[in-house]
């Protein structure tokens, strides 16, 4: 007895689970109808049973919505470069001898031609007061030439005054020397430490000082080849201390390389930034930042984003039913989601009651409460 007792029981659990299959399944209740047992939950519902619909009642489930938006992929790069005065230069002597005087010291403010350290220039002296004399002599033989050129022949006379230009190029020669002997800055700016002390003896290899024009500051840093149509001259920078990120600084592309580097696949940009203030230095290590605009895209709320086995969709409202649209994410962001998907502005997205829903299920549509997610 309690075989079919057991039998009887399954048999029920079984009728119970296909009816319930059929009625919520798509197409299900056309197949309860033809057997004539939705008419009958019908006609119990009239008389004061559940209402039909589902678990949304008569105006099918109830969910809420946003409507789609769209966004811009936001598109940034970043790297690390190192700073460069807009000018530097190092002092050398063009010739060897022994520091006479320095008239500067380590830190100064110098200008351009300002004699920074005479060499030892007696014994150059000496040879240009020598040429200064073969000069005038020369010259004086040559007038005197001029002069009797009828008494002699014309080969004396052009002796004398190639002797006397011959003079004139020894005494160019000789103060040139003469100069050599002072070390000039090329360029205005700041004086680094001064190597050397008076009495030092200098080749044309010893380094004097350093000078940097750091009105300007260069940044050099390699940007990857896909920002290769994206970085124009005159492009703006945004620019931080690697060592003080919390000090910011705005700054301009000043060039950009003409070729991609075949083994890291990267092309040097450099960046421009004034240095008012005298805050920055050259070899100081900057973050740079660009933004570039990109493509527009549909953005939805992240609530609204559903995954299953083949990939990422959404839930949105067609004529009152919900609809499953496959979409690709481009780009999270807190409060969007920009979507590859065919969306338009303001179509309605299902954020609450996804949990509920089928392919053509009707949908009562509420929108998202102000403040939300949304």
Known sequence: MRFYKQLAVSLGVLAVGAASWLYFAPGGRAVLSSAGILESADKADASGGRRAGGFGGKG????????????????????????????????????????????????????????????????????????????????????????????????????????????????????????????????????????????DYVTTASEIVTIDDRSAIFVDFSVPERFATAVAKGAPVEASLVAAPQKRFEGVVEAVDNRIDAASRTFTVRARIDNDNDALRAGMSFEVTMRFPGEVFPAVDPLAIQWDSDGAFVWKVADGKAEKLRVRVIQRDPDLVLVDAELEEGEPIIIEGIQRLREGAAVSEQGAPAGGAA
């Open 60 to 199: 099918g489930i109830t969910v809420v919505t946003a409507p789609a938006r769209l966004g811009t992929v936001n598109d940034q790069l970043t790297a690390i470069g190192s700073g460069a005065a807009l000018q530097s230069v190092t002092l050398l002597p063009e010739q060897a001898g022994t520091i006479q005087n320095i008239n500067i010291s380590s830190g100064d403010t110098v200008e351009k031609g300002e004699i920074i350290a005479e060499l030892d220039d007696r014994e150059q002296v000496l040879a240009r007061n020598l040429a200064s004399v073969a000069l005038e002599s020369a010259t004086r033989q040559a007038e005197v030439n001029r002069k009797i050129q009828s008494s002699i022949s014309n080969l004396e006379v052009y002796n004398a005054e190639i002797a006397e230009k011959s003079a004139a190029l020894d005494l160019e020669t000789a103060e040139l020397d003469l100069a050599r002997r002072q070390i000039v800055a090329p360029i205005s700016g700041v004086a680094g430490i001064v190597a050397v002390n008076v009495g």
